[in-house]
């Protein structure tokens, strides 16, 4: 299993964009930057922000000189105010750092007093957009300052309170407990003070702040809103450089949501504002994919650890020229001199099967995240099936799981129907358009699987059409039941299916147990017996007829059905002697009708039919 977060070893071939990042805060030289570092939910944003951590310390001979925050706003989200929460976060550490310097320590303790200010504040302001317009203060506490009650910086006692009316009764009640210093400044001029804190306690230390904020992407619009309104309080001060990690695409919705009625322009232009250096994850092609899943067998492997940093090494510089045409595939990681086992190169071709359309499949696209779930839910399945004891193929599982995945839902169900209701367990579906994928031919699908990813998945191998799924499916049951044919009957009907294909010539001493059967049995079994009676080509009278005869007794209706199949068979099977053997059923004569009209019924079937008419026996 492989852990579903960030990381500090790069699968990703991402350490070149890392370093990219780490040498602009180096060239920034303490003067403040922001730089984002954008892509799609699981694109790999979190493991290049722990990347660009891991770079600056390679890159610089002096690490003291940074210091480091890790903010995820995510994780306050519906507990504490934001604005707060990352100001206590950072004051903290620098409260930390300064007390382990033995320097700046007032100044740390002092900002780290603004928290409660802060989260006053933001009873204080309706909006952001209030305070970046300059507006004046709006809210409980808004209407506050109206009365001039100075309730705010705490300066009003409980006589005042209730002279105030409603609105500040409503005020103390929000304000309580928030407060424990006394300040007497307007809101502008304590965020003011808080930067002038910020910088003042940052120059006394003599380092730069690093402040890392992720998982903007999975917060809700308000929360990112106020969250970005919050780095502005820090942002362009020296010392200061913050790194952003966020789908851009969810900005621009949070924004929207936000400031309803924004036209696109202004939405761009808010981030825009707020980074100086835009970073884009570069999404994954064929390549890196096929990479990605090769170093992660191998770091899920038992390896040594040096050996395995030494592989990925080996890989990401392969990778590095894969514009040239090199490839990371089992050819090239059996160049490495390592001793893989039989089993994880085995794995390194399932690898080579699965790039391509992870990374052209519209649920997977090489989104890092999403394969590493499907590795996980693969190796899930792999357990079960083992603790079961059934024997499946991993390509095989895999080709299933890819389809189930990434294929359209009613295609998958048409797979596992097919699967169902052959005895064999084999998609017979398939073989048409397998063969016409892999041969080149024309290959026409239906609706539900004509698709570009369908029609690489058919070419794929292994190829399904003649392969038994059903230990494959039940362990994949978990979105389509596997139904086996003998699923539908019960003991007794079980038993008596074996025993008239076995012994169909024995049919009629079973006459009284069939008829105690339900109707779908019935129906099933001789569903069961007509699958077998297609299979034989030397007609004349077979024992199977028998077998079908009694069903047909037990239950009238079935009679119907037998007489349609027998229309069906090729004139060359129907011969004389089946024609008394039928003569007595209820549907005979319409049988013999259509024979009659049947081009190519030969003339001593259409004897029988008139000889057993004037003997009065249809």
């Not at 069906?568 to 129907?574: D, F």
Request: aromatic share 6%; charged share 25%; with cysteine.
């Amino acid at each position: 299993m492989w852990p579903d977060n960030e990381t500090e070893i790069d699968f990703l071939n991402f350490e070149s964009v890392a370093d990219t990042v780490a040498e602009v805060v180096i060239r920034a030289d303490r003067k403040p930057v922001s730089i984002g570092v954008s892509g799609a939910w699981g694109v790999g944003k979190s493991s290049m922000i722990k990347l660009v951590r891991s770079s600056l310390a390679k890159r610089d001979t002096d690490p003291a000189k940074y210091l480091f925050v890790e903010f995820n706003a995510w994780l306050y989200q519906g507990y504490d105010d934001v604005r707060a929460s990352l100001l206590e976060v950072i004051a903290g550490t620098l409260k930390i750092e300064a007390e382990k310097r033995n320097t700046g320590v007032q100044q740390a303790v002092d900002l780290l007093a603004r928290v409660d200010w802060l989260r006053l504040a933001k009873l204080t302001v309706g909006t952001a957009a209030a305070t970046a317009l300059g507006l004046p203060p709006v809210g409980l506490l808004g209407e506050a300052f109206r009365l001039g009650t100075g309730v705010a910086f705490k300066t009003a006692d409980t006589k005042t309170l209730e002279s105030a009316g409603d609105t500040v009764e409503k005020v103390a009640h929000e304000v309580g407990g928030f407060l424990k210093t006394k300040h007497t400044s307007s809101p502008p001029q304590e965020i003011h003070n808080i930067r002038q804190l910020f910088e003042q306690t940052l120059a006394e230390l003599d380092v730069t702040l690093i402040v890392l904020i992720d998982d903007l992407d999975r917060c809700l619009p308000e929360t990112t809103i106020t969250t970005l309104e919050a780095i502005r309080l820090f942002l362009f001060l020296k010392h200061t450089a913050f790194i952003i990690a966020a789908d851009d695409e969810m900005i621009k919705h949070a924004v929207s949501k936000h400031f309803e009625g924004v036209d696109e322009k202004h939405i761009i232009s808010y981030f825009d504002k707020l980074i100086q250096v835009p970073i884009r994850v570069p999404p994954l092609g064929t390549q890196e994919v096929r990479a990605y899943l090769i170093l992660l067998f191998v770091e899920s492997c038992d390896l040594q650890k040096d050996v395995k940093g030494r592989i990925r090494a080996a890989v990401c510089k392969q990778l590095a020229s894969s514009w040239q045409g090199k490839r990371v595939d089992r050819a090239f990681m059996q160049t490495l001199g390592v001793p893989f086992s039989n089993d994880l190169i085995a794995r390194f071709d399932v690898a080579d099967r699965l790039a391509p359309l992870m990374t052209i499949a519209s649920h997977i696209e090489g989104n890092p995240r999403l394969i590493k779930r499907f590795l996980n839910a693969l190796s899930i399945r792999m357990s079960v099936a083992n603790s079961h004891g059934i024997s499946v193929d991993e390509a095989v599982l895999s080709k299933l799981l890819l389809f189930e995945r990434c294929g359209s839902p009613d295609a998958y169900k048409d797979l596992v129907k097919s699967v169902n209701e052959n005895d064999g367990g084999k998609p017979t579906l398939l073989v048409d358009w397998e063969a016409a994928s892999n041969s080149g031919g024309d290959l026409q699908l239906p609706p539900n699987w004509d698709d570009s990813f369908v029609r690489e998945w058919l070419t794929m191998p292994p190829l399904l059409a003649q392969l038994d799924l059903r230990g494959a499916l039940y362990v994949s049951r978990e979105h389509a039941p596997l139904i086996t044919p003998t699923d539908r009957l019960s003991s007794e009907g079980l038993d008596l299916l074996g025993a008239l294909i076995a012994h169909p010539d024995m049919a009629q001493a079973l006459t009284n147990r069939l008829g105690s059967l339900p109707r779908p049995e019935l129906t099933f079994i001789l569903d069961k017996l007509l699958e077998n009676a297609q299979q034989i080509q030397d007609w004349g009278v077979p024992p199977i007829l028998d077998a079908c005869l009694v069903i047909t007794r037990c239950e009238a209706s079935q009679g119907e059905r037998l007489a349609a199949f027998l229309q069906r068979r090729p004139v060359q099977q129907v011969t004389a002697s089946l024609i008394p053997k039928v003569s007595s059923e209820p549907w005979a004569e319409k049988l013999f009708a259509a024979w009659e009209h049947q081009k190519g019924i030969s003339g001593p079937v259409k004897k029988a039919i008139q000889k057993v008419r004037n003997n009065g026996h249809v």
